[in-house]
């Protein structure tokens, strides 16, 4: 996740087109000489590389090709005063020799230009009149108008009339479009998995719903259990339960009065392709490599970012940035692009790639685990044939980038590990990173970062030892080095400041990477130097400390231990080992109960944060594992009920993966897989999980276009809504592993039991 702050750049948030508002007393026009009628174009202004003049009636210029950013072209107004509070309609009449899609901004006419509007709007040689409302955040008695109209190839020429700008509007009422009332998991159900279903409907009373089966006939019929108001939608729901429909299939719906769901599949390779394309994510998002169109296909290949290729500078030979001086350098080329931007950070990378180190330990450990499933040959990676499984492969590469943000001996700081490598300034959308242009810098070493790599450095260790002994080594002396450097400097924290060209990650508290670390190194080693820090830990035996209700996350580290050391061979006790599993079902006890409680059947609590769908995820992990311990269906049931939630059964009958569901998620934040702003890249990869509704509406097109949206409502499927719909390294994690989970007990038709 990053926090892409700041209207920096102005130009990296944008927002949808709203529609003009009735009813409401517009106030005095702001705009000066808006349509050109006198023939002049005062007090309009461009940068230096146009020409304004007025053709027709209306201001048009000749836009130079070949610039980079959308922001490196500009037409402006200046002087426009702004009152907080006040709501505003912002209008105008736009056409351009060639489709392009441009940014317009209301904004602070100084550094760092705070936008009160941001909107990304798709122009053509159509005269088609374009309209936004918005409600500014402050005073401005000086604000500029914007239209950034760079970052084209190509030249064209590009005209607008009709500009207008008043007070008085009225904001548009929330009100999504959710396609049916009747939700499912639009991808499938195992055939002999449980199959819930919600309906928003006014009905206080059962209603009949009916299974359609794929030849058109009648599958099953039942009455739903009304359930109430659900407080995260505000929607009066039931709920339905299928689970008697078997039969394998493609095609089938439910229809609740009058009212037909998404179609979806019954059978047991219904995540089959979910697994490797939610793996596929990381190959992807490699730094430092060139992603081969044999293996992505043309449309997602790209060539190697960040490898001192003008204009690109490389990764190969980072120096600490000028804040924070050093007097060495770092080889930390390669590792994952961690979300919407093209830094590379620890304490995101630590996460991600322990869970995909999980994912292949769970293969290994559990009774319907199949690791052939992950092995040499399943994914669509480079090293394919080495004889080392496909998913060590892929951790490998940020492995290699974790161990590299170690310092060096003999500095001071000696073991820790820098806490991010990112762009000194934050970048625009769309942006390959070969033609990233800015410097690199590596930002001050942290505790959090150091313990996340002692974590999966020991987990690598343990689970490379198979295939590549002096691998294995070299991450086992890293985890030791970080863990005994962390010991010594346990209170180094990140500065929440620093969130100029990457995202902050600060974490004011390190407890709980101190018991991750503790138990992966254990684990592996067995010291009882590690035992006892498990045991003297704060942490230890405490389920709700463990695993909060919010759910793991990069910042709540410690139930990945947990998981571990209730699953993976080690020198606990019997005793020991009995508590820690009682602790581990306790959670999962408290996780099942909030999805019975859900009318959408989620295993979650919480809040709606950033990320949160891989919260709920890694909620369902936790369930995953508590039924692999003991083979309650109650488990496996809430688990799968996480995806089920993800892949559509939610309130805005949205799946949130790319690829997957008749109405999925596909202008996800990123700036690379950016379609939506230049119709010559792609939309993310299938198998890209946006990041999910988040009711504090941190980017500017969630302010202007979520107002008054319920918690679990609020999300835009929109590329530059970067708070609700980034995807990121972390995000991908849990959905590959429960995708895994899920394919094993279809594959092994062992769905009812460890």
Request: aromatic share 8%; proline share 6%; with cysteine.
């Amino acid at each position: 996740m990053v926090v892409t702050a700041t209207a920096a750049v102005a130009g990296l948030v944008a927002a949808v087109v709203a529609l003009p508002t009735a009813n409401a007393e517009p106030g005095p026009e702001l705009i000066v000489n808006g349509d050109f009628a006198d023939g002049s174009n005062l007090p309009w202004w461009g940068t230096e590389n146009l020409t304004l003049e007025v053709v027709e009636g209306r201001l048009c210029a000749d836009v130079p090709g070949g610039t980079v950013n959308a922001w490196d072209v500009i037409i402006g107004q200046d002087d426009l005063p702004m009152v907080a509070g006040e709501t505003y309609e912002f209008a105008y009449t736009p056409t351009s020799s060639a489709p392009v899609t441009i940014r317009t901004l209301i904004q602070q006419n100084v550094d760092p230009w705070a936008a009160e509007l941001s909107a990304t709007d798709q122009i053509t040689d159509e005269a088609t009149p374009i309209s936004h409302v918005f409600t500014a955040g402050t005073d401005n008695p000086a604000a500029q108008l914007v239209f950034q109209i760079g970052g084209s190839e190509d030249p064209f020429t590009f005209c607008v009339d009709d500009v207008s700008l008043r007070g008085g509007a009225e904001t548009p009422p929330f009100d999504p479009e959710t396609g049916s009332p009747v939700r499912v998991n639009q991808v499938g159900y195992l055939p002999d998995g449980a199959k819930v279903g919600s309906v928003v409907t006014e009905a206080t009373e059962p209603l009949e719903w009916t299974v359609n089966a794929p030849d058109g006939g009648v599958a099953a019929t039942g009455d739903t259990m009304p359930v109430g108001e659900d407080p995260t939608s505000r929607e009066n729901v039931h709920t339905f339960d299928f689970s008697e429909v078997t039969a394998a299939g493609k095609g089938y719906t439910v229809t609740i009065d009058g009212e037909t769901s998404e179609p979806f599949d019954i059978g047991t390779e219904v995540y089959d392709t979910l697994r490797t394309d939610a793996l596929a994510y990381y190959y992807h998002n490699r730094s430092g490599i060139e992603i081969d169109a044999a293996l992505v296909g043309e449309e997602y290949a790209r060539p190697a970012g960040h490898v001192n290729v003008e204009p690109n500078q490389g990764d190969d030979g980072v120096t600490c940035w000028a804040t924070d001086p050093c007097d060495y350098t770092l080889d930390a080329a390669g590792g994952w692009y961690d979300a919407g931007d093209h830094g590379k950070y620890v304490v995101n990378g630590g996460i991600s790639v322990a869970q995909l180190m999980s994912s292949y330990e769970r293969a290994l450990t559990a009774e319907n685990g199949d690791s052939e499933a992950l092995g040499d040959g399943s994914l669509a990676v480079p090293e394919q044939g080495n004889d080392v499984p496909d998913i060590l492969d892929e951790a490998k590469w940020e492995m290699d980038f974790l161990m590299a943000m170690q310092v060096p001996a003999g500095e001071e700081l000696a073991g820790m590990a820098h806490h991010k490598l990112h762009d000194a300034q934050w970048t625009g959308l769309p942006l390959l990173p070969d033609r990233d242009a800015q410097p690199r810098e590596l930002h001050p070493p942290s505790t959090a970062a150091t313990l996340n790599l002692a974590a999966s450095a020991a987990q690598c260790a343990r689970l490379f030892a198979p295939y590549d002994a002096d691998y294995a080594a070299q991450c086992l002396a890293s985890a030791e080095t970080a863990w005994d450097a962390a010991q010594a400097h346990p209170n180094m924290l990140a500065d929440p400041n620093d969130g100029t060209g990457g995202g902050a990650y600060s974490d004011n508290k390190v407890s709980d990477e101190f018991y991750w670390a503790a138990a992966e190194l254990f684990a592996t080693t067995g010291a009882d130097v590690y035992r006892q820090a498990l045991l003297d830990s704060e942490l230890h035996g405490d389920a709700e400390a463990l695993f909060p209700t919010g759910g793991l996350s990069w910042g709540e580290t410690a139930g990945l231990g947990v998981l571990t050391l209730a699953t993976v061979e080690n020198d606990l006790t019997d005793a020991q080992l009995t508590d820690v599993r009682d602790v581990l079902t306790t959670a999962a006890d408290a996780y099942a109960a909030d999805a019975a409680d859900a009318a959408y059947g989620l295993p979650f609590a919480g809040e709606y944060v950033w990320g949160s769908n891989s919260q709920v995820l890694n909620n369902a992990i936790v369930l995953a594992v508590a039924h692999d311990l003991t083979g309650e269906a109650v488990y496996r049931d809430a688990a799968i009920a996480g995806l089920d939630y993800v892949l559509g059964r939610n309130p805005l009958n949205q799946s949130y993966v790319t690829g997957y569901g008749e109405r999925a998620s596909e202008n996800q934040h990123h700036r690379f897989w950016a379609n939506q702003l230049d119709p010559d890249l792609p939309n993310p990869a299938a198998g890209s999980l946006a990041g999910g509704p988040n009711e504090a509406l941190q980017d500017p097109i969630a302010e202007q276009q979520l107002v008054g949206c319920p918690p679990a409502q609020c999300y835009i499927d929109h590329i530059e809504s970067y708070a609700t719909n980034e995807i990121t390294i972390n995000w991908n994690a849990p959905l590959a592993w429960l995708a895994s989970y899920a394919d094993d007990l279809g594959s092994s038709g062992n769905t009812s039991g460890s």
